[in-house]
């Protein structure tokens, strides 16, 4: 069993919305590692990294995935950190993965200045230009179809989505 496709990307790129809305399009399930790490613990992201650490919850997390990859036949997200781990992303070379990319201001706008989200405290936008920089390479090394969210509405992402997963199936 492995899912039909994994979402990757940054905060507020629309992992989950359109995760959602490719799962109602293909009549599967949608998972996300980060519900189901809060879910295991107990606690929400935010205080698992304050009590315990982000290396804590990292480990956590890519537990979350591993398991999730050969557990779920549907759309799997990640969070948005999932990347850092190299035996994470050894996983996903062999998994259909669709990186949603978002620029550092659409992504603040989406997220909000206040985020609530443990590495975007502070100055919201300066933390996603770092994280984006950081990130981009990993995304893109694991990514089988990389799609800019920017200036798009989550339907049109969805479209994307699965006309290429039609696509990779015929």
Known sequence: MAPIVVLVGAPGSGKSTVGQ??????????????ADVERTVGRSISDQFVQDGEAVFRAREEEAVASALIQHDGVLSLGGGAVLSAATRALLISQPVVWLQVSASEASKRVGLAAS????????????????????PLYA????????????????????VVQWLNGQAS
């Not at 799962?23 to 599967?28: E, F």
């Open 117 to 136: 989200r443990p590495l975007l405290m502070g100055n919201v936008r300066s933390r996603l230009v770092a994280l984006l920089a950081e990130r981009a």
């Open 21 to 34: 809305g490719v799962a109602d399009q293909l009549g599967v399930t949608f998972r996300d590692t980060d």
């Open 141 to 160: 090394e694991v990514a089988s179809l990389t799609v800019d969210t920017d200036g798009r509405e989550p339907t049109d992402v969805v479209d994307v």
